[in-house]
């Protein structure tokens, strides 16, 4: 399967612990944002999504806030599962509904 | 699985070859998007279609790609005179206007 993200920063977690995943965006006029899960040999995958007029959104295990001041996302997973190891990115939408992603996290989940 | 395909999922050439990729999205979605992926990096932006017109193509793109969508459905991605650095996943997602992209398995392309 494909190594994706060989220099990218690593969190190793503890399962049953939560984890907090950072990303910084770079646009301020962007509205929109995305974060997507990437598995070994696979497409990224949705995972939740938040717009501009909300700081805070939650899913089901997971939640994105939204600090528009320093231009800064977050990615809360509850309970971290080893089915939750993966590459994580942020992504901000941009005019087309064209996505620019984010440099991406390592997530590892020890059992 | 997202109900996007892409075929090959791998394809190794040598340099100077060209190849071509196809992408079939989800069937009731209007926009199809290609994006490049190299190791350690996020996926990069290459070009998008609404339907059968190429609405947008990123200066990554460059005179050596060539993307269609003839009938507004499946999509080709053509690269010409391959070169070393043109190695990466290319990803294909396809959503409706304003939707959730959903992101096909990607095909790998190494140029030897």
């Known amino acids: 399967g494909e190594s994706v993200g060989l220099h990218l920063p690593t969190l190793s977690v503890q399962e049953g612990d939560n984890s907090i995943i950072n990303c910084a965006y770079s646009?301020?006029?962007?509205?929109?944002f995305i974060w997507y899960k990437q598995e070994s040999g696979k497409g990224p995958q949705f995972i939740i999504d938040?717009?501009?007029?909300?700081d805070k959104r939650q899913g089901q295990r997971v939640t994105v806030l939204l600090n528009k001041t320093v231009k800064h996302l977050s990615l809360q997973i509850a309970a971290t599962q080893p089915g939750d190891s993966a590459v994580y990115f942020c992504a901000e939408m941009e005019y087309g509904n064209k996505l620019v992603f984010g440099a991406g996290t390592i997530l590892r989940v020890k059992s | 699985d997202t109900g996007v395909s892409q075929d090959p999922r791998h394809k190794i050439t040598k340099r100077g070859q060209n190849v071509t990729f196809r992408c079939d999205p989800i069937s009731e979605h209007n926009r199809l998007y290609w994006y490049r992926q190299t190791l350690g990096q996020g996926p990069e932006f290459l070009t998008y279609f609404q339907n059968e017109a190429q609405l947008e193509k990123s200066r990554l793109l460059s005179d050596r790609f060539s993307a269609e969508r003839p009938k507004g459905s499946f999509s080709t991605l053509e690269i010409q005179r391959t070169e070393q650095g043109d190695s990466a996943m290319y990803l294909c997602?396809?959503?409706?206007?304003?939707?959730?992209?959903?992101f096909g398995p990607g095909t790998r392309l190494t140029v030897l």
């Open positions: 997602a396809s959503s409706l206007e304003g939707g959730e992209q959903f």
């Open positions: 938040i717009r501009s007029n909300m």
């Open positions: 646009n301020s006029a962007s509205d929109y």
